[in-house]
């Protein structure tokens, strides 16, 4: 494989880590121990190491080492406020090419979410809403709009893993991403980025409240 290739293979091994909670926060992640571990060179662990510094998933001291980031409550409000903002945006901005194709696709997503969420199944639940939003937001012609979307994907995602059964039914998770395709549909920026801020910031909050 590619030497980048077995960067990104290293970013989903931590991240699934993470997910499944064989890490936890504040858990330290030795850069020897992850080469040895997959069986190859430390040059393309250093890379994924930094790729998630940059996502806030993982901190760096000197002379210690890498560790899991805590969750705090200023850092879901800061990462859910940023990401409601860049995704309402980015969506805003490919209105007009939504077809009819998309909407069954999305609703397909959306079927699977509340089908995960009945049954438990976290990563596929977790999966499938990636899937959604970033169906959504890649549509958008402007680049780096998409690319710093999606590096708040991988910490958003953790955090809504640790609490989403707290928070919401599978119910209310149809009508949360359903309400998202009915503002597309009516072909209105404002309430569009009206209604991807409140998803994200609402989600924020109920997760603050647990921290």
Do not use: C
């Not at 991240?15 to 060179?41: A, M, P, T």
């Not at 569009?192 to 998803?199: G, P, T």
């Amino acid at each position: 494989m590619k030497k980048n290739t077995y960067k990104d293979f290293v970013v989903k091994q931590i991240y699934h880590s993470i997910l499944v909670d064989d890490l936890k926060s504040g858990d330290r992640v030795v850069e020897s121990s992850l080469s040895k571990h997959f069986g190859i060179s430390r040059a393309p662990v250093r890379e994924a190491l930094r790729e998630l510094i940059t996502e806030g998933i993982l901190q760096y001291r000197p002379q210690v080492g890498y560790f899991v980031t805590a969750i705090t409550k200023e850092q879901v409000l800061d990462t859910y406020e940023t990401r409601g903002l860049l995704e309402g945006y980015a969506i805003r901005t490919a209105l007009d090419k939504f077809t009819e194709k998309d909407f069954e696709k999305l609703n397909v997503l959306i079927n699977e979410m509340e089908y995960f969420a009945f049954q438990g199944e976290h990563i596929k639940f977790i999966e499938s809403g990636g899937k959604f939003h970033e169906y959504m937001f890649t549509k958008s012609l402007n680049k780096e709009l998409v690319n710093f979307t999606k590096n708040l994907s991988h910490k958003s995602h953790i955090f809504f893993n640790k609490y989403w059964m707290q928070i919401y039914s599978p119910e209310k998770i149809r009508r949360r991403h359903e309400d998202i395709l009915d503002s597309i549909l009516k072909k209105d920026g404002g309430l569009l980025e009206r209604v991807i801020r409140d998803h994200y910031m609402t989600t924020a909050e109920k997760i603050s409240e647990l921290i």
